[in-house]
């Protein structure tokens, strides 16, 4: 039986107070091995993905970023180097593990690239702030997804965007083909590259229980964004969602 | 897949074609659909003045359609094709750009550059322009040798004088048909209002001449 604090974890159903908890876990688990688990389990897909939404976004020299659950850093590297030296680009991330690992990079790469740990239900940034907030495969770990995009929205500068990419619902001609390798083929790489095959199940459960792309679009309309499209990447494995603050 | 690669393509010409910027930002965030008949894409005006193929449920603010037919003309830059491209929606950006489009120039020496160097890109760069301009030229001159040959020795086809005096005899025939038409209706007019009842056997007639 399920209660209104009750929320999914992958395909359980656990209570809202331990989700983040629980996420936090997996996420300390993998921290070490994230990247490469990346690669492997998209082929490499996903630099291109977030390259892609660096591209759609529209930023240019000057602008302010904020990027969300930016774990490893890879967009804030990205985003760093089109915003320049008269730009910002703050990289948060819930999970300290995650933030260590994007914080090292920065400064490895020599960018001045601010790491902040918080929650992106309660973003720690005044309103009217950012000209662009990105949130790369971190939505569907959210236990309030509405309230996270609600702040995302209010942090925004009129005119700015908001991109969300995340997994999301594929062509429907391969969903059987995208089960095979969610649930077998996953878990078993986690296995062998992470020695951790339970977190990468719940990223697999996770992927299937978040909103599909027009689901996720009207999400972002009630959240007050406009003029929100996506693009399906990878006949729908991925989506880019876009939408303005008005 | 494609999105990206073309959305990739459309971001490098932009960056080599700058002066584009400030006439595309004032217009960031609406969009342009163009039809051919053969393919349908939409375009979107980003915050920095770029441009990106626009998502799956872009509305778009402009639609630009451009019949099949008047593709091979506007490659051949027939300047009379453009009048028959209709727009629909906000004709301004639609406008601004095709205005983009039409005069964006691809730098193909700076990007072979990085690979081989300025010197040897350089020097592809003009083989390359010499190999179209005498390609261009020979083709113009067989063209002309043998249009000559066909009207003068041999003729299959006819000479543009001779199309001209047709054409202006089929709008003088023409012209005058309608003339014609409009008295021949006068008559009947006339005739139906001083003949009323034999007016219906007399319009047969007539229609049977048609």
Redesign the interface.
Known sequence: MTNEHDTHFGFKTVNEADKAKKVGEVFHSVASKYDLMNDVMSAGLHR?WKR?AV??????QGDKILDIAGGSGDLSKLFAKKVGADGQVILTDINSSMLGVGRDRMLDAGLNVPALQCDAEKLPFPDNHF?CVIVAFGLRNMTHKDLALAEMQRVLKI?G?LLVLEFSKVWQPLSKLYDVYSFKLLPFMGKVLAKDSESYQYLAESIRMHPD?ETL?QMMLDAGLS????????AGVVA?H?G?KT | MFKSIFTRLLQHLISQNSWTNSILQPFSGKSVQFNSGLMSASVVILDNGSLAIAGETNVADAIVTIPPSLLIRLIAKDESAKMQISIDGDTHLASELAKVFANMRWDYEDDLSKIVGDIPANKIGSITRDAVYSVKETSINLAEMLSEYWQEENPIIAKKRHLEEFNTQVDTLRSDVARFEKKLAQYLLQHQQKYPKNSDSNSSAVDNTH
């Open positions: 291109g892609f591209e759609i976004s529209g930023v240019s000209d005119g965007r792309q679009k003029k929100v499209d996506y693009y399906n990447l990878a880019l876009k303005y």
